[in-house]
Structure formats: structure tokens, C-alpha cells
């Protein structure tokens, strides 16, 4: 009954260091995204994956790379950090894209000195 | 620029009171529309959407909220509120009802009071 698993909770890297997010579901759904949360921003999207092996740019994707490793798993990495990606980073998971609702994870708070 | 835009930042209501969260889109045709709920220190969860047909839907937790083609609204409603919806409210939409990710607004923090 996880849902969708986002690792880790926190983290605190220094400008230049680089880390990757891991986000995995086990509800069988085909599409998965990762959106930043910051304050007075709503959620954009950064990148997402609409079916395992494809992989599309959201809103905010510079400074940011995924990979969708099978139909479970996608992951966010991040190869030098910045200060301005100092967020609150979630994972979300649906059966398609479309009028599906979103599971989501429970977030990641990065902060980048 | 096409958009969702939540109007209100925080809003301050009295338990028992009832509540409006209000949410317009900026899109040519009908999208999707959701409400999630946040609260603190978690992820989101979804409280109701709309797709077509009955323009009143109903959610969880006593939510239910309006579309309304004529003003490209789709405000969220409770009838009284509880202590424990205090929350951060976003209202989500996928333009023109594509296959294309979900676009949310800014949130409405919501602030109950005794």
C-alpha cells in the first residue's frame, strides 16, 4: 500500500555537488512526473514521462536530467547543483496522461549552500 | 499567456463558517479540472476533478465545487469548516483536455480559526 516512494526526505548538498532523487510507485501506472514546489510558485513541472521509455521537458527543466528506469521507477538527477534549486521536489505517478488524478509522494526538500 | 490563476493567496475563515476557494482558467476550450489538497509537510491529495456532464461535483472530506463555463471558474466549496482543513489548496488543470500534463496554480493557504 506505499503508493509512490520518494528518496530521500531531505538533503543538503553544496553549489557544484551533484545527487539524483529516486521516486518509485507500485500501482502499475504507465506515467510519472517530477514537479519543484517553491514558495508563492504553485508545483512546475520539470520533467515527465507519459509511458515507460519516453521521456519530455516540463516548465522548469534546465539544470536537470531523468531517467525512467522501467514502468516503476523514475529518477531526477541533478549533475551541479545551484542555490536556486533549493525546493521541495515531488514525484507523482498516473495510469495515463489526461483526466487522471495524480498520486503523489510525499517530497523531497532539498536545500543547495 | 494560458493559465490557471488562483486569486487569493491566504484566506482566514472561523470554524463552522462556510468556505470559497476560487480558481480560473485560462484556456480556449473546456480542460480537466482538479482540486488537491496539501497539507503541511506533505504531498498532495486529490479532493474531486471534473471532466464533463454534471457541473457540481462532489469530493472528499465534504468538498464539492462549481464549473462554470460562462466565467472559466471552478471554485471549490465546503459548507462549514473544520479546524483540520487548514491547508495549502491548489486548483490543477490539463489544458484543452489533452494528453498532457496536469498545470496548477499558485495555492490558496487556508487559515481556520476558533
Redesign the interface.
Known amino acids: 500500500n506505499a503508493g ?1 516512494t520518494q528518496t530521500p526526505k531531505f538533503q543538503v548538498l553544496k553549489t557544484g555537488q551533484s545527487m539524483t532523487l529516486q521516486c518509485a510507485q507500485d500501482m502499475n501506472h504507465n506515467s510519472m ?1 517530477w ?1 519543484r514546489q517553491d514558495p ?6 520539470i520533467y ?1 514521462s ?1 509511458s515507460e521509455g519516453t521521456t519530455d521537458k ?1 516548465e522548469v527543466p534546465n539544470g536537470y536530467n531523468v531517467s525512467r528506469l522501467n514502468k516503476r521507477e523514475f529518477s531526477l538527477r541533478l549533475e551541479s547543483a545551484a542555490p536556486s534549486q533549493t525546493s521541495v521536489y ?1 514525484c ?1 505517478s498516473s495510469r ?4 487522471y ?2 498520486t ?4 523531497t526538500r532539498l536545500t543547495v549552500v | 499567456a494560458q493559465s490557471v490563476t488562483q486569486p487569493d493567496i491566504h484566506i482566514t475563515v472561523s470554524e463552522g463558517a462556510s468556505l470559497e476557494l476560487r480558481c480560473n482558467y485560462s484556456y480556449g476550450a473546456t480542460p480537466y479540472l482538479f482540486w488537491y489538497v496539501q497539507s503541511p509537510g506533505q504531498g498532495l491529495q486529490l479532493l474531486l476533478k471534473y471532466f464533463s456532464g454534471d457541473t457540481l461535483v462532489q469530493g472528499i472530506k465534504g468538498f464539492e465545487a462549481e464549473f462554470k463555463r460562462s466565467q472559466s471558474s471552478f471554485n471549490l466549496r465546503k459548507p462549514s469548516v473544520h479546524w483540520s482543513d487548514a491547508a495549502e489548496y491548489f486548483c490543477a488543470v490539463v489544458p484543452n483536455s489533452g494528453n498532457t500534463p496536469l498545470v496548477f496554480g499558485k495555492g490558496t493557504r487556508l487559515s481556520v480559526i476558533a
Open positions: 509512490v512526473y514537479y508563492g510558485m504553485g508545483l512546475r513541472l515527465y507519459a516540463g515531488f507523482a495515463g496522461q489526461g483526466g488524478g495524480y503523489f509522494g510525499s517530497g
